[in-house]
């Protein structure tokens, strides 16, 4: 079966959002030892969000138009309500549960980047 049109798409979006939630981390650790880590950290949740906007896109984009699989519309999904819920966290000061979140992000981010780049091309939909 072809690759979907949009599956290198995906594959960027996914290494950007990647990137994206590293930055996030490092600029966490400027928030706690500098004086502009706030505003830095405040500017790369921006660029996470984006990016999870734009990996739930392209996931779609893959699926429906593309004729591949499904089953990269959930973490994407997934991405970018947890991006969402860091944000709101974020505001409320709630590092116990925002510091956490933000690890489980990146480690899902990484992993599906991982699983994404090893494969050849997706997995073909399902017959009905």
């Known amino acids: ?11 960027v979006t996914i290494a950007l959002q990647t990137a994206a939630l590293l930055a996030q981390a490092i600029t966490a650790g400027l928030l706690l030892s500098t004086p502009g880590g706030r505003a830095l950290h405040g500017i790369s949740a921006g660029a996470v969000l984006l990016t999870g906007l734009l990996h739930l896109v392209a996931a779609i ?3 429906r138009p593309g004729g591949g699989s499904p089953r990269a519309v959930l973490p994407a999904a997934l991405i970018l309500v947890l991006a969402l819920a860091q ?3 974020g505001a409320m000061h709630m590092k ?3 510091v956490p979140i933000g690890v489980l992000m990146f ?3 990484l992993m599906q980047l991982g699983q994404i780049w090893a494969s050849g091309r997706p997995a073909p939909a399902a017959a009905a």
Not at 1 to 11: H, K
């Open 61 to 63: 984009l893959v699926w």
């Open 96 to 98: 116990a549960v925002h």
């Open 1 to 11: 079966m072809p690759t979907p049109r949009f599956f290198p798409v995906l594959r």
């Open 107 to 109: 480690g899902g981010s």
């Open 87 to 89: 944000m709101a966290l």
